[in-house]
């Protein structure tokens, strides 16, 4: 198949996140098996309009603020002059609506939807704009299948007006040949917790660093990592001066694969405080290396959280009850132990090359199709 793939964002994109990584690591395993792949996008500082990448053709055109304006126009002209059979349109930001203007199969992937989540991470104007922009998606995507990548994906699209039998869900998969339990790793010798992440405010850290507060009461040796960068990491340090509670807390900003698998490895507990999540990749990722997740009983992230075996849940923004999980991981060693064990069980049933032999169908019956 000659596949058309549009997403905000390329993995080379300084803003990508865990939406790029699901394509891509679908879109290379396509390649693999023989199909022509081509993924527009936006562009970024000092990038290459266009180039190749294990196989993707990328093309870039615009930037993070106005490429939703001017994609119509360069898609309608990549389409005039490639014989593509199918459009993969990725919507994790404001839908690019290609229904009107684009005549091609389209199989549409959403990872997850902001709606009223996107008034927690930026101003009510802009805000506005984001949440009037998803509203038409249900009229206009009508009758085209959708693929979600969690069970609460799927219920949010059912809620908002989706037949069920529209909707697929492959669920991501995890890079056996990088995420792995490694026993010479030991833990970190201070009892220690991990964000590790984009940094926004819409993934409540904030969260973390007061319940670190109640955790240091009962284990005063405990320390709190936060790995990442994002726009919100000011407002975290101020935060953690102001609690007083800063030189407990790590700040290692962005770090290479290498360390955050390290990182990963050496901690007790992997934190995942977010409202909203498409999935809660790192969960898996956490628990593929040997450690133990606590996550907010959110959407997205409560289905890859399998809560007292794999790791806790605990109700979004109750610092107490996060506290309490925590203070469970670290204090019981034989507990924590179990969680490790199911984690890893759990991880291993995660893996991007199924997840792509499935999705490559879901292509396959799209091209196939009458609509």
């Known amino acids: 198949m ?59 055109r615009g930037n993070r603020f106005n490429f939703n304006l001017v994609a119509p126009f360069y898609l309608r002209r990549l389409v005039k002059e490639n014989e593509f059979d199918i459009l993969v349109e990725d919507i994790n930001k404001i839908p690019f609506y290609t229904p009107w203007y684009l005549k091609l199969k389209t199989l549409v992937v959403v990872p997850h939807l902001f709606a009223t989540t996107v008034f927690h991470e930026i101003n009510f104007v802009l805000g506005t704009y984001i949440y009037l922009a998803e509203r038409p998606l249900i009229h206009v995507y009508r009758g085209l299948p959708f693929n979600v990548i969690s069970e609460s994906t799927a219920d949010d699209m059912v809620e908002r007006g989706i037949p069920r039998e529209d909707i697929s869900v492959v669920h991501c998969g995890i890079d056996r040949d990088c995420y792995t339990p490694d026993s010479s790793v030991p833990k970190y010798t201070d009892p220690t917790v991990l964000y590790l992440g984009r ?25 709190l990592k936060i790995v990442g960068t994002g726009d919100y990491l000011p407002h975290l340090k101020s935060l ?30 992997a934190v995942l ?9 790192t969960n898996i990722e956490a628990n593929s290396v040997g450690t133990t997740v606590v996550a907010a009983d959110s959407p997205g992230l409560r289905d890859s959280v399998r809560d ?12 107490e009850q996060l506290a309490d999980r925590l203070l469970k991981v670290l204090t019981d060693d034989d507990l924590r132990a179990r969680l490790e064990g199911g984690g890893l069980e759990w991880a291993d049933e995660f893996n991007w090359d199924h997840a792509a032999v499935k999705f490559e169908q879901l292509l396959i019956d799209t091209v196939g199709s009458k609509a």
């Open 273 to 281: 405080p977010s409202l909203k999540e498409g999935w809660g990749l």
């Open 199 to 223: 940094i926004k405010k819409y993934k409540s850290v904030q969260h973390l660093l007061r319940a670190l507060m109640i955790v240091k009461e009962k284990v005063p040796a405990a320390r």
């Open 2 to 60: 000659r596949i058309l793939a549009l997403n905000w964002n390329d993995l080379m994109n300084p803003y990508s996140g865990g939406a790029e990584v699901h394509l891509e690591e679908l879109l290379r395993r396509l390649v693999k098996a023989g199909h022509q792949v081509t993924l527009f996008c936006s562009g970024f500082k000092n990038c290459l309009p266009e180039e190749s990448v294990e196989g993707i053709r990328i093309v870039r």
């Open 240 to 269: 953690a001066a102001s609690l007083g509670c800063h030189d407990d807390v790590d700040f290692p900003g962005f770090v290479s694969q290498e360390e955050k698998v390290e990182i990963l490895r050496r901690s007790h507990v």
């Open 308 to 319: 007292g075996r794999t790791g806790f849940l605990y109700e979004y923004g109750n610092i």
